[in-house]
């Protein structure tokens, strides 16, 4: 993702040229309006291009107002398999709504939700090619690889187990950006095969042995 930079910077004590030296009124007057304008239009654009603009550094402000352009959900309800206690169900009425069975709603973390939302934006963005696939993916899998198996499917590879910040995001997101009608498949962890593996035990000449 090209983020544009932008300068924010009004200077207005250019026009302090040399004939003003004298004149302090003048000079002062410029200088409180130089002040001025560093707090309320430079560090406020530059706050603002920081904690709102721009996905990677936004702020939890600013990553909902992005989850309302591109449509995401931070809080996800999830089934606890757990009997509750209380006045629940018809003719208990719930007895005020009081709090006799646990908060079932997970929310993000800050980090969470930069990642979802970054991958949110190449999918709806990518043109689904690999080398594309492979840029958001690594996004929170550095070390991942997308793999097209031409059969309508592609394997995205990890060599380690994701952190469960990423697992989280993989399991309950449509979000890794892909063609139409193309299935993804997880591998997590092969990084710690040993000795011939696959189908058949056909790594025998792939395998680290030799020198």
């Known amino acids: 993702m090209t983020v544009e930079q932008f300068d924010f910077i009004v200077d207005v004590s250019r026009a302090l040229i040399w004939q003003y030296n004298s004149a302090e009124k003048i000079e002062a007057m410029v200088l409180n309006k130089q002040k001025w304008l560093d707090e309320n239009v430079r560090d406020f654009w ?13 702020n939890d402000f600013g990553l909902q107002v992005w989850a309302i352009i591109l ?36 929310a993000l973390s800050t980090e969470q939700k930069r990642n979802l939302l970054q991958l949110r934006y190449f999918q709806i963005t990518s043109g689904g090619t690999i080398p594309e696939i ?3 993916v690594q996004r929170i899998l550095p070390n991942a690889k997308i793999i097209d198996n031409m059969n309508m499917t592609i ?33 997590f962890g092969y990084a710690t095969w040993f000795g011939f593996t696959g189908s058949g035990l056909q790594n025998f000449n792939n395998s680290n042995f030799g020198g």
């Open 71 to 106: 449509g995401m959900q931070f809080a996800l309800k999830e089934d606890i398999p757990t009997v509750w206690f209380g006045f629940t169900g018809s003719g208990g009425k719930n007895f005020n709504n009081a709090s006799f069975f646990p908060n079932n709603t997970l």
């Open 46 to 58: 530059a706050n603002w291009y920081r904690d709102v603009y721009d996905l990677r550094t936004a």
């Open 155 to 187: 394997t995205l590879a990890y060599p380690d187990i994701p952190s469960s910040e990423a697992m989280y995001i993989l399991e309950n997101y449509d979000v890794i950006p892909r063609p139409a009608g193309v299935k993804i498949n997880n591998v």
């Open 134 to 136: 492979n840029r958001a």
